[in-house]
């Protein structure tokens, strides 16, 4: 039974290859712009 995917915009992190061991699944685009989205104002440059 699929289970449900969360993301936190602000603990973004970028795995290495080697520490990936297997797939757990896949992410759709729309999961993955929901993020983005978020993500930008956390990234961009203070005024």
Known sequence: MPQQSYASPWAVASPKHAAIVRRQGRLEESFVQTI????????EAPN
């Open 36 to 43: 983005v989205n978020a993500l930008e104002p956390y990234l």
